[in-house]
């Protein structure tokens, strides 16, 4: 899911994101806006569905899959896909999307993954490594479940659209600092409070490489030519194909 970013609150950068990111109960209005908003269903997903080319066959790893949209995508293209999320009521809404015989767990990416090692073709992380602080204990268990030659395609929200944001609210952007940004989200007349951990584009490649990854792709898609139709008014000052939201990655296993 995607909102346009909030100020970092120097008053919480101290606590603890457990407190936070509670999408069991905006479960039911998180998965409905997901299904056509902007930034989740004609910008993320076929952008990542674009890098993740031809799939048939190959064992695939949803890694923060929440209610199962890119899960069904991959499936449908011959993927064979496991879906994990820390989140219980995300994975059931995933499971009424998918059926009772899809392979979902809950685990959380900050803690070891109930996998072998070498267990996956590809591991797909969509926009979910910015809720994490650190990278470098997931980035090592993603790695470790990869066989060689795997990939990692991950999606995050843009390190210069936080800064512009933060400039257009008149706060001094902190761009070069690894910091909490806490936001308010409201759904299906249910409200969360969501953390995230902005951090500068180095600090992302750096994680990347110190895990092992070669990254081969960095990547500022356009979005689907259908958006402008759907979504005027977000669209009345862009007069291109790009915007600024998410970054995308494509990391290999040597």
């Given at each position: 899911?995607?909102?346009?970013?909030?100020?970092?609150?120097?008053?919480?950068?101290?606590?603890?994101?457990?407190?936070?990111?509670?999408?069991?109960?905006?479960?039911?209005?998180?998965?409905?806006?997901?299904e056509?908003?902007?930034?989740?269903?004609?910008?993320?997903?076929p952008?990542?569905?674009?890098?993740?080319g031809?799939?048939t066959?190959?064992?695939?790893?949803?890694?923060?899959?929440?209610?199962g949209?890119?899960?069904?995508?991959?499936?449908?293209?011959?993927a064979?896909v496991?879906?994990?999320?820390?989140s219980?009521?995300?994975?059931?809404?995933?499971?009424?999307?998918?059926?009772?015989?899809?392979?979902?767990?809950?685990?959380?990416?900050?803690?070891?993954?109930?996998?072998?090692?070498?267990?996956?073709?590809?591991?797909?992380?969509?926009?979910?490594?910015?809720?994490?602080?650190?990278?470098?204990?997931?980035l090592?268990?993603l790695?470790?479940?990869?066989?060689?030659?795997?990939?990692?395609?991950?999606?995050?929200e843009?390190?210069?659209?936080?800064?512009?944001?933060?400039?257009?609210?008149?706060?001094?952007?902190?761009?070069?600092?690894?910091?909490?940004?806490?936001?308010?989200?409201?759904?299906?007349?249910?409200?969360?409070?969501?953390?995230f951990?902005?951090?500068?584009?180095?600090?992302?490649?750096?994680?990347?490489?110190?895990?092992?990854?070669?990254?081969?792709?960095i990547?500022?898609?356009?979005?689907?030519?259908?958006?402008?139709?759907?979504?005027?008014?977000?669209?009345?000052?862009i007069?291109?194909?790009r915007?600024l939201?998410?970054?995308?990655?494509?990391?290999?296993?040597?």
């Open positions: 899911m995607a909102r346009m970013p909030t100020m970092p609150e120097d008053h919480v950068e101290t606590a603890h994101p457990s407190r936070f990111n509670d999408y069991d109960s905006i479960a039911e209005g998180y998965t409905a806006e997901n056509t908003s902007l930034l989740n269903a004609y910008y993320e997903r952008a990542m569905l674009e890098l993740a031809d799939v066959g190959r064992r695939i790893l949803d890694a923060g899959c929440g209610s949209p890119l899960f069904a995508e991959l499936r449908d293209r011959g064979i496991t879906g994990i999320d820390a219980a009521g995300m994975l059931e809404m995933a499971r009424q999307r998918l059926g009772t015989d899809a392979d979902l767990r809950v685990a959380d990416l900050a803690s070891p993954l109930p996998f072998p090692n070498d267990t996956y073709d590809d591991v797909i992380a969509s926009l979910v490594l910015h809720y994490l602080e650190d990278w470098g204990p997931t090592a268990e790695r470790r479940v990869l066989r060689p030659g795997g990939r990692l395609l991950v999606s995050v843009h390190p210069f659209s936080i800064t512009l944001w933060q400039h257009m609210a008149g706060e001094k952007p902190k761009y070069f600092e690894t910091r909490i940004r806490i936001d308010e989200w409201t759904m299906g007349g249910q409200t969360a409070r969501m953390s951990w902005d951090r500068p584009l180095h600090a992302m490649t750096e994680a990347f490489t110190e895990a092992g990854f070669r990254i081969s792709v990547s500022e898609p356009p979005f689907v030519p259908e958006a402008r139709e759907l979504f005027p008014e977000e669209f009345r000052e007069t291109g194909t915007f939201s998410f970054l995308f990655f494509v990391l290999e296993v040597g």
